[in-house]
């Protein structure tokens, strides 16, 4: 079965701390994988994404991915939090026509 | 270009009324998508035009649930008999010709409250 699965609930993480997002996925080709961020009040934005290629993706705002095959996973890392990364972030993989989310993290930033 | 325009961006409603979601894609994108985002779950996909053309439909579309994009420009998604587990955000997001949902920009949502 095609299917997503993002770990974390919530986490809280430090301003200026690293962060990693976990995702694993299940899909019985080659996945294209993305990572969206949704803030309160505003439409999904692509952070980056995965077709082919090198393993690691950077994305916009700082954010990278690395896709590993043997682990089936595609966790998303940034070095240094802001406080404006506050947000909700799903994992997501192509089936088709159609996009399969995972369930999301909620990512809390303090100072 | 201003982006996924989707109206209204909330509805509030007494269950077994009707209610119409409208979305404006991105002028030059040909294809338009609807998901449905559930409280503390990610969005699940609903339906998929091509131009005017009602390509796929997901099994949580039930037969309460129509979409239409009459023109192959603005979509609307209509729910009959609302009932309290419609309750959502309804998202929608268009890509542009030859691309698919590897290019999706998304709007910001109508979120439905069913009392």
């Known amino acids: 079965a095609q299917s997503v699965t993002q770990p974390d609930i919530h986490i809280t993480v430090s301003e200026g701390a690293s962060l990693e997002l976990r995702c694993n996925y299940s899909y019985g080709a080659t996945p294209y994988l993305f990572w969206y961020v949704q803030s309160p009040g505003q439409g999904l934005q692509l952070l980056l994404k995965y077709f082919s290629g090198d393993t690691l993706v950077q994305g916009i705002k700082g954010f990278e991915a690395e896709f590993k095959r043997s682990q089936s996973s595609f966790n998303l890392r940034k070095p240094s939090v802001h406080w404006s990364d506050a947000a909700e972030y799903f994992c997501a993989l192509q089936a088709g026509t159609a996009l399969i989310f995972g369930k999301g993290t909620t990512l809390s930033v303090s100072s | 270009d201003t982006g996924v325009s989707q109206d209204p961006r909330h509805k509030i409603t007494k269950r077994g009324q009707n209610v119409t979601f409208r979305c404006d894609p991105i002028s030059e994108h040909n294809r338009l998508y609807w998901y449905r985002q559930t409280l503390g779950q990610g969005p699940e996909f609903l339906t998929y035009f091509q131009n005017e053309a009602q390509l796929e439909k997901s099994r949580l579309l039930s037969d309460r649930f129509s979409a239409e994009r009459p023109k192959g420009s603005f979509s609307t998604l209509e729910i009959q008999r609302t009932e309290q587990g419609d309750s959502a955000m309804y998202l929608c997001?268009?890509?542009?010709?030859?691309?698919?949902?590897?290019?999706?920009?998304f709007g910001a949502g109508s979120r439905l409250t069913v009392l």
């Open positions: 997001a268009s890509s542009p010709p030859g691309s698919g949902a590897n290019v999706l920009t």
